[in-house]
C-alpha cells in the first residue's frame, strides 16, 4: 500500500463513520500564540477540547501537517541518523469532542489496524498508563484492549506518565493515553532475554498509534482541571504506518521518500543505497527538504528569529549535508520540485508555491554560501588552537555565531565529528551579554504603566463599550479615574491621568492602529484626550491632561475625538489591507503581515519576503493599489464566528488572540481579513497611495512605508518644489534634473579616482626605505600609512609583496586602528596572514581574521601604532617556532 493510499484508506475509514473530514492546518498555528509550529493533529482543536470553541460536528479526522523541531518535541538533531525521526511529518487522528470515549475509540483503532490495513494481531502490544502523581491507573483501557481487541495480559503493558500520559505542552489539554506497538521481529531488537518489550530502549517494539483520552486542561501552574467533556484525540505517523505496511525497518525505505533520495543521490552522483555518512546525508537533505518545502508554502521565510530561524536552520543543515555528499554551489532549488510531484495531490499549495519556494531557497542558499567558507575556516582555526584540551571557548564560538554567521547547530555537528566539546555556557553568557548591552543602548521610549490596577477593575466587572464604528462623539459615565498607576476618586485641573468610562466614541491601540485622541467637556471642565489604549480586554482607557475644572468618578461628559484625524486614519487603515492583498498577488502567497502602523499621518506595513522589492516592483505595487481605490469598491464589515471567517478566506494574524465572533473587513472579491480597526465606507475615500519609503528591518522581513489622501498630496507638492529648486541650481529643465546629476557624480568619482591614485602613488613611493627585515628565510615588511582606504591598502600591499614575503600595513580611522597583513603564496602555509593579524590585533584590544595570504582587523588606537608595527616581526617568529603569543 503506497503512502498516499495509506493516507486516503485512513481519512476514507473515519468518514464513513460520521467523522467530518477536516484540512490540515497551516505549519504557523492560527490564534495561538503558545505554539512555534503545529506540532499534532489536535492542536487546530485545542479550544474545542477546552469547551471554549462549538463547531458543527463532534467527530473529526484529518491527515495534519506537523513540524517538531524545538521545545518539548525537538527531533532535530536525530534526523537522519535514525529510522524515524523527522522535522516534517503527517499525523492520521481521529477525534471525538464529548461523544465517543474509550470504548468506541479502541473499537476504531484495532477494526482499522487489522481488517482494513490487515496487519497481524499477534504483532501488536498495547501500553496503558500505570498511574501516577496522585492520578489512578487507567484499568478501563486494560480491560477494553482484553475485551476487544482480545489481547492477553502480557501483551498490555502499564508504563508511567513519560511514555502514558500525553501533553501537547506546558498548558492545554492532556490526559492518559495507550499506545499500540507494533513488533518488528527479534532481529531488530536488542536481542536479550530480558527485554522488556514497549518499556526497552531497543527498535524491536514500533510505536504505530496513539490513543489520548482527553480529560484534563494544564494550567500554567501545573493543576489539572477537567475538561467540559472527555474527548478522544488519537495520533498515528502516517510515515510509521507505511514503513509497517510496505514491510520496511526504516521510513526513509517507503516510498514517501524514496523518489525524493533517489533525485538528491542523482544530482550529487552518490549511490541511493550508500550506507554510512552518506546515508546519513541522504536522510537528512530528504527529510530537509520536505520541511522547506512546506515551512515556504506556509509563508515562512529565512529569518534571525522565531519560524524565520528555525527555516534556516534546516536549510542550512540540508546544504551542508549536500556538500558531504559532492554538490558543489546551491542544490536544494533545484530539488524542491520532487516534494511538489510527490506530495502535491495530497497537498495543492506545495505545486501553486514551487516557483515562490525555488527563489527562497536559492536566495538562502547563496547567502549561506557566501559566509560558510570563511567561517569553516575560522572555526578549523580553533580547532587547531584548543587540539591540546579539545575544547572550543564560548567567546570563539559567540564570535563565529555573530560575526560570521556559522549556525550552532553546524559547529556542534563538526565538533562532534572530530571529537571536541564545545562551551556552551560560555556561548549562552555571550550571547546574554550582547543582549545587555543592546537593552542598555536603546534609548527613549514611553514608561510603561502599571497594569495591575485595570486587572483589578476587569476582576470587578468594569467594561467599555466601542461605539466609534458609528459614531464620533458619545455621552459617557466615568468608571474609574487612575494617577500614577494608582486608582483615584477625582483628577484636578492640570493634572494628567488616565480615566475609563462606560461607552467610547475613541479607539483603543490595537491591531497596529494608533489610539485615538479627542476632547472630553463635561459641566464646569475640559480634557484633552492624547491617546486610547486597551490596557485590559474589554477595558479603554483613555490619557487626559485636565484643562480647566474637576473630574470625577461618576461623572458624565462628553467625548469627541478628532473627526480629521479619524478620517486620515480609516483611509491608511483601509490602504494597508489593499497593500497587503496587492503583495501577496504580486510577490507571492508566501506574504505575510509581520507588523503594521496605522496613524493618521502615515501607514507602515512589515511582512515576510526575502529579498528587496525593484522600483518596477514599486510602481506594479503603487499602481494596483491605486487601481482599487479609482474603482471606489464598497468597503463591507460584519460580524461572524471565527470558523466561518476563516473559511471564508479572510486572513488572520499569527498571534491574535481570537474570541468566538469576529469582526470582518472585506473589499469583496479583492481583500478580506479579520481586523477590529476603523476603515472607509469605500476605497475611493482614500484619494491617493504613494509609497515613500521600502527597506529591509531584519532578515525575510521587509518594511514598506506610504501615504495616502492629503498627506500624499503634501508630498507630492513637496518633491516638486524641491525638484524645481534642483532645476534652478542646475540651470537645466526639470526633466534634465537626473542627467545632469550624474554627470556631477561621475566627475566627482573621476576625482577621487585620481586623488585616490596620487595617494597610491605617494605611499607607495618610498617603498625601498621600508623597514625589513629577515625572520628565518622570510622577509617581513611593515609600514604605517596614511590616507588610504581599505581596497587602496590591498593594493598597496600586493604591490610590496614584491619585495617582501609578508607585508603588515597599518592606518589610523578615527579612534581606531586598521590591520592588514598580505602574504605570499609560498609562505601562507607556515605563516597564515590570519594568524599574524589575529595576533597583533589582540595587541591593542581587537580581533581578526582572514585567508592565509589576506588578513584584515581592527583593534583601540594607543596612541602607538609605529610600536605595534614593530611587533609584528616578533609575532612571524613565534608563528614559525610554533610558539603561543606572550
Not at 477536516?22 to 477540547?49: C, H, I, R, W, Y
Request: aromatic share 6%.
Amino acid at each position: 500500500m503506497r503512502g498516499n493510499q495509506v493516507r486516503s484508506t485512513f481519512l476514507e475509514y473515519f468518514a464513513g463513520r460520521e467523522h467530518r473530514v477536516v484540512p490540515s492546518a497551516p505549519l504557523v498555528p492560527v490564534g495561538d500564540a503558545t505554539l512555534l509550529f503545529t506540532n499534532a493533529g489536535m492542536n487546530q482543536f485545542k479550544d474545542v477540547f477546552r469547551g471554549h470553541e462549538r463547531r458543527d460536528y463532534v467527530r473529526a479526522t484529518s491527515a495534519q501537517k506537523c513540524l517538531r523541531v524545538s521545545g518539548k518535541h525537538n527531533d532535530l538533531e536525530q534526523v537522519g541518523r535514525t529510522a524515524r525521526h523527522h522535522t516534517f511529518f503527517e499525523m492520521l487522528g481521529n477525534f471525538s469532542f464529548g461523544d465517543y470515549f474509550k470504548e468506541t475509540a479502541v473499537e476504531y483503532a484495532w477494526d482499522l489496524l487489522i481488517r482494513v490495513y490487515g496487519l497481524d494481531p499477534g504483532r501488536l502490544t498495547a501500553t496503558v498508563f500505570a498511574g501516577e502523581d496522585g492520578l489512578p491507573a487507567d484499568e478501563e483501557a486494560a480491560d477494553l484492549w482484553q475485551k476487544i481487541a482480545g489481547l492477553p495480559a502480557e501483551r498490555i503493558l502499564r508504563l508511567g506518565a513519560r511514555e502514558n500520559f500525553w501533553r501537547m505542552g506546558e498548558t492545554g489539554p492532556c490526559g492518559p493515553c495507550s499506545e499500540l506497538h507494533f513488533d518488528q521481529g527479534s532481529d531488530a531488537g536488542c536481542g536479550r532475554s530480558d527485554c522488556q518489550g514497549p518499556a526497552c530502549e531497543c527498535d524491536r517494539f514500533l510505536e504505530i498509534w496513539n490513543l489520548v483520552f482527553m480529560q484534563f486542561d494544564q494550567q500554567a501552574d501545573g493543576r489539572l482541571e477537567m475538561l467540559p467533556a472527555p474527548s478522544i484525540d488519537t495520533g498515528m505517523g502516517l510515515e510509521r504506518l507505511a514503513a509497517v505496511l510496505q514491510e520496511k525497518k526504516s521510513n526513509y525505505d517507503t516510498d514517501l521518500f524514496t523518489p525524493i533520495i533517489g533525485r538528491i543521490a542523482a544530482s550529487a552522483g552518490v549511490d541511493p543505497q550508500a550506507g554510512g555518512e552518506s546515508m546519513v546525508s541522504l536522510q537528512v537533505v530528504a527529510d530537509h527538504l520536505r520541511a522547506i518545502a512546506f515551512l515556504v508554502a506556509d509563508g515562512i521565510v529565512p529569518a534571525n528569529e522565531g519560524r524565520g530561524y528555525v527555516l534556516r536552520r534546516i536549510l542550512r543543515r540540508a546544504y551542508r549535508h549536500g556538500r558531504r555528499l559532492g554538490e558543489k554551489g546551491p542544490f536544494l532549488h533545484r530539488l524542491l520540485d520532487v516534494v511538489a510531484t510527490e506530495m502535491g495531490t495530497a497537498y495543492p499549495e506545495l505545486l501553486e508555491t514551487l516557483q515562490i519556494s525555488q527563489e527562497v531557497c536559492l536566495a538562502e542558499e547563496e547567502r549561506f554560501e557566501e559566509t560558510l567558507d570563511d567561517s569553516l575556516e575560522l572555526l578549523e582555526r580553533s580547532f587547531k588552537e584548543h587540539s591540546a584540551d579539545r575544547r572550543i571557548p564560548g567567546d570563539d564560538l559567540f564570535r563565529l555565531y555573530d560575526t560570521f554567521g556559522l549556525p550552532l547547530d553546524l559547529a556542534e555537528d563538526l565538533a562532534r565529528e572530530r571529537g571536541y566539546d564545545l562551551d556552551l555556557d560560555g556561548f549562552h553568557q555571550a550571547m546574554e551579554a550582547q543582549r545587555k548591552r543592546a537593552r542598555l543602548s536603546w534609548k527613549g521610549g514611553p514608561e510603561k504603566v502599571s497594569q495591575a490596577v485595570f486587572r483589578g477593575m476587569a476582576q470587578r466587572g468594569v467594561t467599555s463599550s466601542f461605539l466609534g464604528y458609528q459614531r464620533d462623539h458619545s455621552e459617557g459615565t466615568v468608571l474609574a479615574l487612575v494617577r500614577a498607576g494608582v486608582e483615584v476618586s477625582e483628577l484636578k485641573k492640570g493634572e494628567t491621568g488616565q480615566v475609563v468610562l462606560d461607552r467610547t466614541p475613541l479607539y483603543a491601540e490595537s491591531g497596529g492602529q494608533v489610539g485615538e485622541k479627542g476632547n472630553m467637556i463635561w459641566e464646569g471642565g475640559r480634557a484633552d484626550v492624547s491617546t486610547s489604549t486597551a490596557p485590559v480586554r474589554d477595558l479603554i482607557a483613555h490619557a487626559i491632561l485636565l484643562r480647566d475644572g474637576t473630574l470625577r468618578r461618576g461623572s458624565r461628559l462628553q467625548v469627541r475625538c478628532d473627526a480629521q484625524e479619524r478620517r486620515a486614519t480609516r483611509r491608511n487603515h483601509t490602504a494597508t489591507h489593499l497593500l497587503h492583498a496587492v503583495l501577496k498577488q504580486v510577490l507571492g502567497p508566501h506574504v505575510k503581515q509581520a507588523g503594521s502602523l496605522v496613524a493618521p499621518d502615515r501607514l507602515r506595513f512589515d511582512f515576510t519576503h526575502y529579498r528587496a522589492l525593484t522600483p518596477a516592483r514599486l510602481r506594479e505595487i503603487e499602481d494596483r493599489v491605486n487601481d482599487r481605490i479609482l474603482a471606489n469598491a464598497e468597503v463591507v464589515t460584519r460580524v461572524q464566528d471565527l470558523e466561518e471567517a476563516i473559511a471564508s478566506g479572510a486572513v488572520a494574524l499569527f498571534g491574535e488572540k481570537y474570541g468566538d465572533t469576529v469582526r470582518v473587513v472585506e473589499v469583496p472579491g479583492f481583500s478580506s481579513e479579520l481586523c477590529g480597526g476603523l476603515h472607509c465606507s469605500a476605497t475611493g475615500d482614500i484619494g491617493l497611495f504613494k509609497i515613500t519609503g521600502e527597506r529591509g528591518i531584519s532578515a525575510g522581513v521587509r518594511r514598506l512605508e506610504a501615504l495616502t489622501g492629503e498627506a500624499a498630496l503634501q508630498r507630492f507638492r513637496m518633491d516638486q518644489e524641491a525638484l524645481g529648486q534642483a532645476a534652478d541650481r542646475l540651470g537645466v529643465p526639470r526633466d534634465e534634473v537626473a542627467a545632469a546629476i550624474g554627470r556631477l557624480v561621475q566627475r566627482q568619482k573621476d576625482l577621487q579616482k585620481e586623488l585616490g591614485r596620487l595617494r597610491l602613488k605617494m605611499a607607495g613611493a618610498g617603498a625601498d626605505d621600508l623597514e625589513l627585515q629577515e625572520v628565518g628565510e622570510l622577509k617581513v615588511l611593515t609600514r604605517r600609512i596614511e590616507d588610504l582606504d581599505r581596497n587602496q591598502m590591498r593594493q598597496l600591499a600586493d604591490a610590496l609583496k614584491e619585495k617582501a614575503d609578508i607585508v603588515i600595513l597599518g592606518t589610523r580611522r578615527q579612534d581606531r586602528v586598521a590591520l592588514l597583513v598580505a602574504v605570499r603564496d609560498s609562505a601562507a602555509e607556515r605563516v597564515p596572514a590570519s594568524q599574524v593579524v589575529d595576533r597583533l590585533a589582540r595587541l591593542c584590544g581587537g580581533r581578526g581574521g582572514g585567508k592565509p595570504t589576506l588578513a584584515e582587523a581592527g583593534g583601540q588606537d594607543s596612541g602607538d601604532l609605529d610600536g605595534l608595527l614593530r611587533q609584528g616581526g616578533r609575532v612571524v617568529h613565534e608563528i614559525l617556532m610554533g610558539g603561543n603569543p606572550s
